[in-house]
């Protein structure tokens, strides 16, 4: 069983940053696919990053390409996500997943195991 929580969330202005963190439990973390997904208001969850179990790739969802980053620290079981440039349309429930087979796509059916999410909400 693999528990994973996301921190970090909050209240930012339009043009701030945040950085979430998603804190997994278990011994294999490195080689874990890992997500970010978000879901706000009204709307279907939907993909933001994803990263391969070593690092070295890294997939985004077009409407963050450019002002997220999603990096790993295997050493300490953690997935970070740096949001810069925020928007009021990233207001949403944002959510890591993980899947033990290594997967890093943006197809949620793959996902394992989820993060109960962290609210981000961008004032304009």
């Known amino acids: 069983q693999v528990q994973l929580v996301e921190s970090g969330g909050g209240l930012v202005q339009a043009g701030g940053s945040l950085r979430l963190s998603c804190v997994a439990s278990?011994?294999?973390?490195?080689?874990?696919?890992m997500g970010w997904f978000r879901q706000a208001p009204g709307k279907e969850r939907e993909f933001v990053a994803a990263?391969?179990?070593?690092?070295?790739?890294?997939y985004y969802g077009d409407p963050v390409k450019g002002r997220f980053t999603i990096s790993r620290d295997n050493a300490k079981n953690t997935v970070y996500l740096q949001m810069n440039s925020l928007k009021p349309e990233d207001t949403a429930v944002y959510y890591c997943?993980?899947?033990?087979?290594?997967?890093?796509?943006?197809?949620?059916?793959?996902?394992?195991?989820w993060g109960p999410g962290t609210q981000v909400t961008v004032s304009s």
């Open positions: 990263i391969r179990w070593s690092g070295a790739d890294t």
């Open positions: 997943a993980a899947d033990l087979g290594g997967y890093y796509g943006n197809n949620q059916l793959m996902y394992h195991y």
């Open positions: 278990g011994r294999s973390f490195s080689n874990y696919g």
